[in-house]
């Protein structure tokens, strides 16, 4: 299937939901959505002898915030818009809740020793953006600063609706969804190296593998 870069590397054919609902983090049925892609972003943290977690998209950051109660030595910074942000701000005891449209913003206030300190996560949030490059673009920017490495995740078209399901999403805030090609295209037109890119958990509750996980650097910097 041939990839369209004016489509985000989709499929030509694909088609997008745009505007998408907005994704207001209120879910209360138990289900722990991705559950390994924090843990994975603590080990790397720990790997590259990182303190700070910069959570890009962080909704109610709930698994974020756990992350810190189990290992209070984490600074967290979350990142997100609207109501999601507010709510933290509001709610959270713990961490630093930056306001920012993820669609527009491609650096972040943020001091160089944090950003040297750093390992970044985009946890199922670039399928929501109508347009996700400046998103990818403030996470070359975050490798570049400093930041060890990014943990992206987003849902697997083809284990899920299939590949040849071309859109919209079932998901009513999820503008697209890719493939696993589609996706890998849609990265490596960025430049950041591709250090891991495998299946997970979509969810607790027997989902399956069916979310992709990736993990990038710099090119030429720190290796997983």
């Known amino acids: ?13 694909y088609t997008q939901r745009v505007p998408p609902e907005y994704f207001a983090d209120t879910d209360d049925s138990g ?20 303190a700070v977690i910069i959570d890009l998209g962080c909704g109610r950051a709930g698994k974020l915030v756990a992350l810190h109660e189990q290992n209070p030595d984490l600074d967290v910074i979350g990142v997100d818009f609207g ?14 809740w930056l306001g920012a449209d993820l669609e527009s913003v491609t650096t972040l206030p943020l001091a160089p020793e944090v950003l040297a300190r750093s390992v970044v996560v985009c946890s199922d949030v670039l399928e929501h953006l109508i347009d996700p490059r400046p998103a990818m673009r403030l996470i070359c920017w975050l ?17 899920r609706a299939g590949a040849g399901h071309l859109g919209p999403p079932a998901n009513p805030s999820h503008v697209r969804e890719w493939t696993q090609g589609e996706f ?10 591709i250090e891991w890119f495998e299946l ?8 399956g ?16």
């Open 1 to 13: 299937m041939d990839f369209d870069p004016d489509l985000f590397f989709l499929a030509h054919s």
């Open 31 to 50: 289900v722990t959505w991705q559950p390994d892609v924090y843990p994975e972003t603590l080990a790397l943290a720990r790997k590259h002898d990182r």
């Open 83 to 96: 109501s999601n942000i507010d709510w933290c701000r509001e709610h959270l005891p713990v961490g630093r």
């Open 143 to 159: 490798l570049d600063q400093g930041a060890a490495c990014a943990v992206l995740s987003t849902p697997a078209r083809d284990k």
């Open 184 to 193: 890998r295209a849609f990265v490596a037109s960025f430049p950041v190296a």
């Open 200 to 207: 997970t958990r979509s969810d607790d509750g027997g989902g």
């Open 209 to 224: 593998l069916t979310t992709q996980l990736v993990v990038v650097t710099r090119p030429g910097g720190e290796r997983r």
